[in-house]
């Protein structure tokens, strides 16, 4: 157990629609990082937050946003879902830059 | 820009075989190298870092990576492979803000 949290696992959704994904980060972490994994891409940064304020930006589609709260928790919404989009979504989190990165167990998203 | 390369995407040995993945790194700066494993249905956990110091860094579960610095390289090891190392490995860097490049992955089997 990494020590960051991912809800939902997994996650059937029609095209057009618009999903929220959720990440609690480890405890004491100020970084959350947002990453890709599908079959034809393999693992894509999409991007960064850290203490609250986006920190970098990677491959994300303007369909796609993210936040991080007060509380260090993260979202990353999808929407106007396409075929495409289904992937795994990985969260994961370090203390800060130059530090390990530990991830999350994945959002399995299907769009149908 | 930053770039990491993994060959041999598909290994299959038996168990008691030695293992070794290969990994160059492409890079300008200062840099911060990977190696993490995939189980079937799992997500992504840290096999080993190499940041400075000693060479040859050993990691979890019997692997260990040697970084030569010349080759641009970070190849994993693992002298004796059981079927429970059947997974995918990533090799990967850090970059600007602690984000992280992978490699496509190697996808390992090892037959009973």
């Known amino acids: 157990d990494s020590g960051v949290t991912q809800t939902p696992k997994h996650l059937i959704t029609a095209t057009g629609q618009r999903v929220t994904l959720r990440c609690s980060p480890r405890?004491?972490?100020?970084?959350v990082y947002w990453y890709q994994q599908s079959l034809d891409q393999g693992l894509q940064f999409l991007i960064q937050?850290?203490?609250?304020?986006?920190?970098a930006k990677g491959n994300i589609l303007e369909r796609f946003s993210a936040q991080q709260f007060p509380d260090l928790h993260s979202e990353l919404n999808l929407s106007s879902l396409e075929l495409g989009d289904s992937a795994l979504y990985f969260c994961?989190?370090?203390?800060?830059?130059?530090?390990?990165?530990?991830f999350g167990e994945g959002s399995w998203l299907t769009v149908v | 820009a930053q770039s990491v390369s993994q060959h041999n995407h598909h290994v299959i040995l038996s168990e008691a075989a030695s293992l070794e993945l290969g990994c160059n790194y492409s890079?300008?700066?200062?840099?911060?190298l990977f190696w993490y494993v995939q189980y079937p249905g799992q997500h992504l956990q840290l096999l080993l870092k190499?940041?400075?110091?000693?060479?040859l860094v050993k990691g979890i579960k019997g692997f260990e990576a040697e970084f030569i610095k010349s080759k641009f390289s970070f190849n994993l090891r693992k002298p004796s492979v059981q079927w429970s190392d059947t997974a995918e490995y990533f090799c990967?860097?850090?970059?600007?803000?602690?984000?992280?490049?992978f490699g496509k992955g190697n996808q390992v089997v090892v037959i009973p």
């Open positions: 994961a989190s370090s203390v800060e830059t130059g530090n390990t990165i530990y």
């Open positions: 405890s004491g972490d100020l970084s």
């Open positions: 937050y850290y203490n609250g304020e986006e920190r």
């Open positions: 890079y300008g700066g200062t840099v911060n």
């Open positions: 190499y940041f400075s110091g000693d060479p």
């Open positions: 990967a860097l850090t970059y600007g803000n602690n984000r992280l490049a």
